[in-house]
């Protein structure tokens, strides 16, 4: 499709995914929380349109990413690209709007630009290193209604949706440049399942019987791009496929929370378990239909298909120094999440990551955060096998896939409310899962990576 023929889509639901979860009271005059608007004049509002359509039930919002990366050793090759999204939000309070109580509507979309991947093009990683790497394009993400029951602790969400959103989610590395849905499922499940940049048609039910739990389930359409053997980007390149067909992918997560309020002095803390099952057919990692090796002379070469593919997970967000006066993300806040696949179906089977974040520590500078994460990926075990038994059966050295670990310290620093700067530094070790290196005569793996950035948000 030309891009032309999105343009209208883009111009009616821009978005950000990001500001999607601040809650309505934070938003003043039509502004969301930590925007730029307030340090311009008028609130960036001279017309005071924006004003009028909040009271109207009518929301927007821009935010602009760009950033610089550079491979500086190791990886595939070294050098460095630009990286952009313009993300933007709209919501409707279609109650206000209509009178439709309990109602609301809510679409996004993204302009990303760039001159290449970081990850994809130079480092031959599959951990995150900016969560906005994405093919360049046009393309609508989220398109959906919520109906709200029983006081607001019922809600019911329809249209296209993103896993990402809701789930296996963390808090608090948001700040990170790398916080983004986890290899563990970017790797096990059907294109990745619907998770930026992509989204699919499905239903999510949320309960929230006090402040402090909430349970979600999600069903989704399993592959938001569908078959092929090309980037799933590329076959669902608008976001406009709305697939529904595919085998579902079901999704649940439980959450407890607590000491979240501004008033609070407890330490604040939030525990989610969940997990996924995707329903549809997956290739055994190492044997094929006969049950022999696939690297075995003797193999069909047609991978053992099994039918299903679960997960379980878990993501802690816990505050361990709160300073007088402060609220939930203040002071010493410390992040994890984990996840574990079956290894006969999946090519990762353990994922873990982590960090810490201190914010306000620096004198004159209350709204700087800084500090250190980690995202660390274990190959599957019957992946690792089948490695093994081609080295054995060929005789032809090999690496063999074992794990990915990335490790990165950043700094962000705000400009003025509603623009920050984050210069940052990763290492990445076994980029791939140490897989061979396309550009080695020796069949040698990709050697670890050494990679400089620097991001700037503004958000509007």
Known sequence: MPCLKVLPLVVVALVCAGQARADDDEWVNGVP???????LPNNGDPGGIRKWLSERGLTYSFVLTSEGHANVSGGMRTGGVFQGKLETIIKADLEKLAGLKGLSFFTNSFEIHNTGGIRRDYIGSFNTVSNIEALATMRLSELWLEQKFANDTFSIRFGQLAADAEF???DISVPFMTSDWPSITAQNLPSGAAAYPLATPGIRLRWDP????????????????????DDPQSRNRYGLNF????????????QYRYNQEKTSTGLAGIWRIGFWHHFGEFNNQRLDTTNLSLANPLSTGVPKRMRGTDGVYGVVDHQIYRPAGGDKDSGINVFGRVGYSAPDRNPAEFYLDGGILFSGFVPGRPD????????????????AALDREM????GIPQPIRDYELNLMVMYQAQIVPGWTIQPAFHYVMHPGGHIPDANSATNAAIKDAAVFSLRS???Y
């Open 243 to 254: 697939r529904v067909s595919d085998p579902p992918l079901l999704i649940s997560e439980m």
């Open 210 to 229: 006090n402040k402090n739990f909430s349970w979600l389930t999600a069903l989704f359409n399993g592959d938001p791009a569908g078959p092929g053997t």
């Open 457 to 459: 948000v503004i958000i």
């Open 391 to 394: 080295i054995f059966f060929t």
């Open 168 to 170: 296996f989610i963390s």
């Open 33 to 39: 929380p930590g925007s730029i608007a307030t340090s």
């Open 368 to 383: 700087d955060k800084f500090g250190a994460t980690f995202l660390y990926t274990k190959i599957s075990r019957d992946a």
